[in-house]
């Protein structure tokens, strides 16, 4: 018995159905999606994708971190990726605190997270308008490298455009 017996009776059945796949690591549609770890996302199914198709880079608040960017660097130049959307979303919870917030909900626990830059976003357009410029004056991808930003409701499913 472990914390994943679930997850491990769930893929013998998936894998039991699963006919193989000739999909490369390549994204397909030449894709790469940044988005938030909110467990109301479902990427692929939101943007009419299935596996094979996309690139798919989560963390909290769709936040474009110099990790992003190394991994879309990565994407760019070995996996096939020609266009970036960055889609944080409505209700996140990221736009909810502040970084002193999660340091000092920490300290009531007894640890210290002040190393850690949290990356919250007090203002989730002016967030998205930071991170889509981060990606577009990185000197590191060819030009012109398409980059959009839509923040999806996780109400009602519908993506709303801020730069496409
Ligand atoms: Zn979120």
Same mark, same amino acid.
């Given at each position: ?40 996302? @479902?990427? &692929?199914?939101? /943007?009419? +994708? *299935? ?6 880079? $989560? ?5 474009? #971190?110099? @990790?992003? &960017?190394?991994? /879309?660097? +990565? *994407? ?6 020609? $266009? ?5 979303? #409505? ?8 970084? *002193? ?64």
């Amino acid at each position: 018995m472990s914390e994943f017996d679930d997850l491990l009776a769930a893929n013998a059945e998936y894998a039991a159905r699963f006919s193989g796949s000739d999909l490369s690591g390549r994204a397909a549609r030449g894709l790469a999606v940044v988005t938030c770890m909110d467990s109301r996302i @479902d990427p &692929l199914g939101l /943007l009419g +994708l *299935a596996p094979g198709d996309a690139k798919i880079l $989560r963390n909290a608040g769709a936040r474009v #971190t110099d @990790d992003v &960017l190394r991994t /879309l660097v +990565l *994407a760019v130049y070995l996996l096939g990726v020609e $266009r970036v959307l960055v889609m944080p979303h #409505t209700d996140c919870g990221m736009s909810k605190v502040t970084d *002193a917030d999660v340091h000092a909900l920490t300290q009531e626990q007894g640890v210290d997270t002040r190393s850690l830059e949290f990356h919250t976003v007090p203002d989730q357009q002016a967030a998205l308008r930071h991170d889509l410029t981060r990606i577009r004056t990185t000197p590191f991808f060819p030009h012109p490298l398409p980059v959009g930003g839509a923040i999806y409701d996780v109400r009602t499913g519908q993506l709303h455009p801020v730069e496409l």
